[in-house]
């Protein structure tokens, strides 16, 4: 006689998703609270009052101007070119090798951010590292 055992009905393991569900949602609230968010449309920016009265105390400064079409010009000469090399050589020859001479950049309020950037990296390459930018007097006296 043959015994016939029966096999105990097997159960299949369950995954109980609440607890793992909970800690995310935690793990959730936490980032969200301890995140900061930047927001850049809101941003005020108080710019510095500069005081036109100031006397110069250097007598010798090296003027570039940048115009709105991005042309160049060192000291009222034109720089033939618009690339940086040709403005590098022209600070050079105006330096006179002095690098301790300040660079005023005076750029159009229309010219593009390129071409200050571009002026500012000439002044780089020539060892220029006194930059100032002139500004109009604004309304109230503050200089923008």
Avoid: C, W
Avoid at 42 to 60: F, H, W, Y
Wanted: proline residues 4%.
């Amino acid at each position: 006689m043959a015994m016939k055992f029966r096999r105990a009905p097997v159960d299949e393991p369950e995954i109980n998703l609440i607890p793992f569900i909970d800690v995310l949602l935690v793990v959730l609230i936490f980032l969200m609270l301890s995140t900061t968010y930047s927001r850049y449309t809101e941003l005020k920016v108080n710019l510095p009052v500069a005081d036109a009265e100031v006397a110069k105390t250097q007598t010798r400064e090296i003027v570039l101007a940048v115009a709105a079409d991005g042309r160049y010009s060192v000291n009222g000469t034109l720089v033939q070119g618009s690339g940086i090399d040709p403005l590098v050589t022209v600070l050079r020859e105006a330096t006179g090798g002095d690098t301790a001479l300040p660079l005023i950049i005076s750029a159009d309020a229309m010219a593009a951010h390129q071409s200050v950037i571009n002026a500012m990296d000439a002044a780089r390459r020539v060892g220029l590292h006194q930059l100032t930018f002139a500004t109009q007097q604004g309304r109230g006296g503050n200089r923008h």
